[in-house]
């Protein structure tokens, strides 16, 4: 299996706007895209242990809805080794899917992780104590949030949890700005060109659509979760935990 490259794609690609997709260039390069480009992206996964051994329950499912390389599922699998726990980790990336697969051969979490292949607003949930979606509903389609947020509240056990991840914006303009300013920052400091996140921003600008806080906190009551905690927020990439 070959390993994460660097990602230096937007300093070979002369990009058109919209036109990010998670092809076999990205998924080559994903380890290091998203640990540079996300603030606090280790330490969600720190907490994602934390989460998982509070609320995974035995005999009971996992997901890991918008999987990538499947990192989310492999600290689940980490964190609780009890094999009547299975991990089914989706994506509709055949790219990003096909590595995971690579990636499992031989590996003791390969009998416990199941990738799929689909579309999460497809896929049937049912008999879950924990679901992750770390920084997928951003690329959902808006009108199919609010759904797929209800579908998932329906297909957790009674007091399980959603860990949610993603990047917000703000409604007022100025203090967006700033946060979007502050994060282009950090990217420098990750040894990301000007150019470089210019062009991915470019890219990025209709397919990454962030909410406010205020819009997931209101779905997320509206589908019916009891409580909802703001976990973590590293600029403005923030962790929702929304219990049944
Ligand atoms: C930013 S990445 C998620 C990163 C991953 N959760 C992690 O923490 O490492 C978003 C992923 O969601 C997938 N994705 C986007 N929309 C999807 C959809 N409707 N159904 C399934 N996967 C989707 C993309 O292919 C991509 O792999």
Redesign the pocket.
Known sequence: MPTSRKDRIYQQRRTQPGDFV?DEAV?GV?EDM?TRS?PG?EA??RLLRVVARKFVKKDSSVY?????????SFSVCEAIPNASVSVIA????EA?IHRLQQKLEGQPSEARIKPVC????EVEIENASLV?????LQ??DPPRRDSLIQKIYSGLRQDAAMLL?EKICYANDDEDARMQGLHEKFKQGQHYSALEIARKREALEDVLIRDTHEQHRTRLYRAGFSRVFALMQHLNFITYLAIK
């Open positions: 998670f998924a994903f998203i996300v992206y969600v996964h890991d809805l918008g999987c990538s390389l499947g990192a989310a989706v994506d509709n990336s990003m689909a579309d999460i607003t992750i979606l770390n920084y997928t690329f959902v991840s």
